[in-house]
């Protein structure tokens, strides 16, 4: 079935579309949910609540970009929502000294998997993954952080700072216990 | 180059600092999101499988909402069938108290230069009998102040709306006929209009000139006028004599009693001022479904209350008036937003809306240096309209799913049975506030 297909099919209110829709994006987009829950069962509520959002507003996808994109998109959205709902970061929002690496996430995180690092990411309180995600993964802007998540520049700044140094120490005390089971 | 002057400019520039250009920060940062983003395709391929309750918990959502749904749509529907209906079966002119039975002899007194009291009774109750008693609804007075109970003007319901003469030439004819009080001449001119024969709503309007035209009594006797309604007049008190033939009280008072045509514009004619028109306030509540991103329809009812006064010449000697109508409505509205924040939409309406009418509220006050001596207060049945409105408006969202609003529309009603303030002033702005539940 193509996307049109489904597009159209969502738009009737066709449950046999809408399955089809999420059988084909859900995986993806629970991998989305995954980076920004603490949890597996959080995981699920955001991928509950981003998907009943797609089906309700899949009337405004104007069909210009992917339709994966889009979803995409009303998932991190949903996500953020959810973590704004359930008042799970709170922000620091007094103005820190902000380190600025010269050491690239490539080299700092290159030697990981997708599986290891989103387990590493897991960990970081909500705020600080929150800020990670989209600052590192998403490519968002610190001014766009702000807008998005009501938090000045700086905090946005001073959050990924620290998920940075708590990420590092995870690598290295990683790193040290491999070395300490290999001798 | 010598070695001690290369020592020379050693610690000059310790203390130098030069300020950046600020675009330089920017040029910082996006580099580093070039850099730092570059985790995306470490998790380009990531995927998990979610657990299946997920999908049956969206598809019980799904399920859930679509019932919802069905059953909002059907119990608008619902409404606005019984509202219709109710519309339909309680038309003004339909409704119009009757003139009681028994009553008339506490209104109707001989007067010995005119004709038998007994006579005008056997009569009037002889029609009333006869045919429908909502007819009398009026009074009018001749320069004896002789009250003469009849009904003037028929309403816009009864006038039929396909006929070759225009409401106002048929109202004219109508109310000459009466003032004549020949109901030969009365039933002529009628007949000549063509109109008297059209419809049996033009017939029962010839029994009621027939009334009027035989029917003489004296006011000042008047204990209940005759819908039943009671008058709070004082025994020898006649505000005619003070209010004079051509300014009475009781005219403008007892015409806003026939179905409601004029009844506002009677009582500014009795006083010979300007009625002055309050803002029109609604109270709405409505559900609200987007039917995508921007645009979305509200169906919902709202409650509207006009309000209009007018003064007599000095405020001291004279006559306050006091007009009050009530409506309840079924509207649906269409909305689009033309701004969008979290917490509030700024958007432009179109409403369709069907009013019923609630209720009619006129009160009279009569001054004599100042002090109200004589007070009436006179409720009736009030007709039904319909119309469109556009304007602007502003919700705030209180929760997700609830929003408080505020609009000023300016409504054009294309069905309106009665005279008030949207038909004397059809660009008068009307206030609308109320609450949103959206879907």
């Known amino acids: 079935m193509t996307d049109n297909e489904l597009i159209n099919g969502c738009l009737e209110g066709s449950l046999r579309h809408q399955r089809e829709l999420y059988n084909h994006y859900a995986p993806k987009m629970m991998g989305i949910c995954m980076r920004y829950a603490g949890s597996e069962e959080e995981a699920e509520d955001m991928l509950q609540e981003g998907f009943l959002t797609v089906f309700h507003r899949i009337g405004s996808f104007a069909g210009r970009g992917e339709l994966g994109a889009w979803i995409r998109k009303v998932m991190v959205n949903s996500a953020l929502m959810y973590l704004r709902k359930t008042k799970k970061f709170q922000m620091q929002t007094e103005l820190e000294e902000v380190d600025f690496f010269l050491e690239s996430n490539e080299s700092l995180f290159s030697h990981l998997s997708a599986a290891d690092l989103m387990q590493m990411i897991q960990c970081l309180p909500a705020g600080y993954r929150t800020v990670f995600n989209l600052y590192a993964v998403e490519g968002w802007n610190h001014r766009e952080i702000g807008e998005k998540l009501g938090i000045s520049i700086s905090t946005s700044k001073s959050q990924y700072s620290r998920s940075r140094k708590i990420l590092r120490k995870m690598i290295e005390t990683e790193a040290a216990n491999s070395n300490a089971i290999r001798r | ?439």
């Open chain 2, 1 to 439: 180059m010598q070695s001690g002057d290369k020592g020379h400019l050693d610690g000059m520039f310790n203390d130098f600092e030069y300020e950046p250009r600020p675009e330089l920060w920017d040029r910082i940062e996006s580099n580093s999101v070039a850099q730092e983003g570059n985790l995306a395709p470490v998790f380009a391929g990531y995927e998990y499988t979610p657990n299946s309750r997920v999908w049956r918990a969206i598809a019980n959502q799904l399920q859930s909402n679509r019932k919802w749904k069905a059953f909002v749509w059907w119990s608008v529907a619902a409404g606005i069938t019984l509202l219709v209906s109710l519309g339909a079966l309680l038309r003004p002119g339909q409704r119009v108290d009757a003139v009681k039975e028994g009553k008339s002899s506490k209104w109707a007194n001989r007067d010995d230069d005119k004709r038998s009291d007994r006579d005008l009774v056997s009569k009037v109750e002889g029609v009333r009998a006869s045919g429908p008693q909502n007819l009398i609804t009026d009074i009018h007075h001749d320069q004896n102040n002789h009250a003469i109970p009849c009904h003037t003007t028929p309403s816009k319901d009864v006038y039929p709306r396909q006929n070759q003469y225009s409401y106002d030439q048929f109202q004219s004819v109508a109310q000459n006929s009466l003032s004549d009080r020949d109901d030969t001449l009365a039933s002529e001119e009628l007949m000549q209009t063509g109109l008297a024969s059209r419809t049996p709503d033009l017939l029962k309007m010839e029994s009621k000139i027939e009334i009027s035209d035989l029917s003489y009594v004296d006011f000042t006797d008047i204990k209940e006028e005759p819908t039943g309604l009671k008058t709070r007049l004082g025994s020898n008190y006649s505000p005619l004599a003070s209010a004079g033939p051509s300014s009475s009280l009781e005219a403008g008072a007892f015409q806003s009693l026939n179905s409601g045509t004029g009844s506002l514009d009677a009582g500014s004619n009795a006083l010979g001022n300007e009625e002055v028109f309050q803002t029109p306030v609604s109270i709405s509540f409505a559900l609200q479904w987007y039917l995508n991103g921007r645009w979305s329809i509200l169906p919902g009812l709202n409650y509207s209350r006009l309000r209009s006064e007018a003064k007599g010449a000095d405020g001291i000697n004279g006559e306050l008036h006091r007009y009050t109508r009530d409506y309840l409505g079924v509207m649906v509205g269409l909305q689009y937003d033309i701004i969008q924040k979290a917490r509030y939409r700024f958007y432009a309406t179109g409403d369709l809306q069907y009013d019923i009418g609630l209720r009619i509220k006129d009160n009279y006050k009569t001054f004599v240096d100042g002090q109200a001596i004589l007070q009436n207060t006179i409720t009736g049945p009030l007709g039904n309209q319909a119309g469109a409105s556009g304007g602007l408006g502003l919700c705030y969202r209180i929760s997700k799913r609830i929003g408080i609003y505020g609009q000023g529309t300016v409504t054009n009603y294309f069905y309106q049975s009665e005279y008030n303030l949207w038909s004397a002033r059809p660009y008068w702005l009307n206030v609308q506030v109320g609450i949103s539940l959206s879907l």
